[in-house]
């Protein structure tokens, strides 16, 4: 199981599907395939590992599968995995996690009542931190949400003469890109649009633009103008005129968008924090003050501080001279 969740880090973080490995074994336990899904629309991990043991020259009959996820029992972009499992001769199948989809979900039964012996549950909680956001987004029929800022040790996102560029180092804005080229999508208001003129694509260390670009969401009730910078490269451009956070999310989990990036700015940072809506937040922090200027957050209508939004730290690292603190909401 641990060869497969590292196999399955190897498919993409972005997409509608999960990041999930496979790997068989003969009856003498000896690993004779390997698989990874590659992304939605490709071969799932367990046909991969099948084919690969197959190219091999080797049999699958009376084999072990041990994959990261339940196999789909649905038929999708794809065929049903245990169809394919069983089709095969496949002795047992070792899982990790449960899939949690209404569709695909409950391959387990399927494969039992086949003849198949089956275990689920192993190295669950190792599993579960690949797929958290995936996982988790299906569960709740909603995107997972990152709330992303940079901003001075005092909180502020810009000078009182609005100048922005650059609080953080290069670095920490590479850093930043690597997470853009993760996500399905990007939230920006109308104000971050019209202000700051950015481009929200995700780009490489080098500068140049990543394989994948995420849509790029604009909402509010002012219109992007023609010759703003997120009309030209990257990925495809979403006007939302509702500023109901619960109503965007709603909208993209349409567009089969499992992981959304909210970066900006304050009033829709606020909006999405005040209707429970963040997930985690990724803070960028320079070594620097302000004394003034506008703060990362707007208004949270929390007047004491019982009222606090508090989250948990999950992680703290030190990025080219800044520093990233990673925190989660509460979870159900
Ligand atoms: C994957 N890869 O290796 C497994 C998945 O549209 P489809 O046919 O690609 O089906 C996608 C669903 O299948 C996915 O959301 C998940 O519930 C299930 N299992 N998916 O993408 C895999 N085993
Ligand atoms: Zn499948």
Redesign the pocket.
């Known amino acids: 199981m641990w060869r497969a969740l590292e196999l399955a880090a190897r498919g993409p973080a972005h997409g509608?599907?999960?990041q999930?490995g496979?790997v068989l074994l003969d009856p003498a336990g000896r690993r004779i395939g390997e698989g990874?899904?590659a992304g939605?629309?490709t071969p799932?991990?367990?046909p991969?590992a099948l084919a690969d043991a197959r190219s091999a020259g080797h049999d699958p009959r009376g084999a072990t599968m041990v994959?990261t996820?339940e196999?789909?029992r649905?038929?999708?972009?794809?065929g049903p995995?245990t169809h394919a499992l069983i089709a095969a001769g496949v002795a047992r199948v070792v899982y990790a996690l449960d899939?949690p989809?209404p569709?695909?979900?409950g391959g387990a039964g399927v494969l039992r009542s086949a003849g198949l012996e089956v275990v689920g549950g192993l190295l669950a909680e190792q599993a579960d931190t690949i797929v958290h956001p995936w996982l988790t987004a299906?569960r709740r029929g909603r995107p997972w949400v990152t709330l992303k800022h940079a901003t001075t040790l005092d909180g502020r996102v810009a000078a009182a003469d609005g100048s922005s560029r650059w609080i953080t180092s290069p670095a920490a804005r590479r850093h930043a890109h690597r997470l853009r080229a993760q996500v399905d999508a990007i939230v920006v208001g109308t104000g971050t649009a019209l202000r700051d003129d950015p481009a929200l694509t995700a780009r490489d260390e080098n500068g140049g633009l990543s394989a994948h670009q995420p849509l790029r969401v604009v909402v509010g009730r002012r219109t992007v103008p023609a010759g703003a910078r997120l009309r030209g490269l990257g990925g495809p451009l979403v006007e939302v005129r509702d500023h109901d956070p619960s109503a965007v999310l709603t909208s993209l989990a349409e567009h089969e968008v499992r992981h959304v990036l909210v970066e900006g700015g304050p009033t829709v940072a606020a909006a999405f924090l005040r209707a429970g809506l963040v997930d985690e937040v990724h803070a960028y922090l320079a070594a620097a003050y302000l004394g003034a200027g506008p703060a990362a957050v707007g208004d949270l209508a929390i007047t004491s501080i019982d009222g606090a939004l508090r989250l948990t730290v999950t992680e703290a690292t030190i990025v080219g001279g800044d520093v990233l603190v990673v925190a989660r909401n509460q979870e159900e």
């Not at 649905?74 to 794809?78: A, I, S, Y």
């Open positions: 509608p599907n999960p999930v496979a990874w899904h939605a629309g799932h991990a367990e991969a994959v996820l196999p789909c649905h038929t999708g972009r794809t995995c899939d989809s569709t695909a979900g299906v």
